[in-house]
């Protein structure tokens, strides 16, 4: 298997998807290089590209690189709105009114993988990351596992489909970061999932500062290979690329193990949009999340005494559905082997 080739250039359906960490510091170039992967990999004819939205809006580069976006806000999303900023004013524009845009809603995940466009970019957005507390940070990791989810599960796997993310770790936090219900979305319903895109012509490229903020699962239990960005450290278990080469690595370039180095550099930026006209733009969400959760914690009070699982039970679950041994289970999960045999 040849990592850069098969999994960055020229994905081969013999060998199927994968699971692709990029990590480095701020400005190496990441968002970048994800960009540029979604526009080789929509031209392809053969990918589906999907990408999650955040209010940074960095997705309006696809805009400026003349490819059509169809955002697909979940429904508790009310609206979304670009900001366009200068030195002396603030200027509104609704979605709809950007050139390029279509907006649409979802509230079941396989609407997006079964109804997106594979001639489009399909932003989809999920609310829930900042201002909503616990719960809302466990309906966003909820949600994106979803779409996960119905990626592996949809109804024609012919075609490749890409899920794209920028700061993966807002889904896939690390061990530390876990406890009560998003504990058990990313501990026991991920693995099984990771383990299924190869077969299902499935892709996860997922961008994160380094492995520190990032789940165990995700760079190195289910990961294909990583790629790594200017300063970011290299694992031990990469002896064979040197840390001096990626020290030495420019913005936008990868090195990936065993020692091969892609660059990937946007023909286009935000600028460049004749509507953008020389200001800084983001994106203003408006939301009725906390409505939504006081209505769903009403509805579902008595399930939610019950819902969670042991760590055992959940470390039983893992082991049932991965290739992973009961000593590598037992110790991401913090417990003895025995219990996760007796679980």
Known sequence: MKPVEDFFRNPKRSIGGAVIPIIGPPGCGKTNVLIQLSLLRKRDD??????????????????????????WNHETIDDVRVKKSDRDSVEYLELDEVPGVTVKTW???????????????NVVNIPGVFGNGKEGRAFFTEKCIDILEAI????????FVDFFTDEAGDIWPCQQQLSGELYQLVASRTPPLLSQLRKQNSFLY????????????????????IGYMSNSDVKNFHSSLKQSWVNNLDRGEIRVP????????????????????????????????????DVEEDENDEKSKVKGL???????????????????????????????ANA
């Open 258 to 293: 065993p020692k091969d180095q892609v660059e990937y550099a946007l023909a286009y930026e935000e600028e460049d949009l004749e509507w953008v006209d020389d200001h800084h733009v983001d994106l203003v969400w408006n939301d009725s999340l906390d409505e939504y959760l």
């Open 46 to 71: 053969e990918h589906k590209i999907l990408w999650r939205g955040t209010e940074q809006g960095e997705w309006i580069k696809f805009l400026a690189n003349d490819e059509e976006v169809v955002v």
């Open 152 to 159: 592996v599960r949809r109804e024609n796997t012919y075609n």
């Open 206 to 225: 997922c961008a994160s500062h380094g492995t520190q903020d990032l789940h165990y699962f995700v760079w190195k239990i289910k990961s294909n290979t």
């Open 107 to 121: 509230s079941n995940p396989e609407t997006v993988v079964e109804s997106s466009k594979q001639d489009k970019i």
């Open 310 to 340: 042991s760590k055992s039970k959940a470390a039983a679950k893992v082991y049932d559905a991965t290739d992973m041994t009961m000593e590598e289970v037992a110790e991401i999960f913090g417990i003895t082997s025995g219990a996760v």
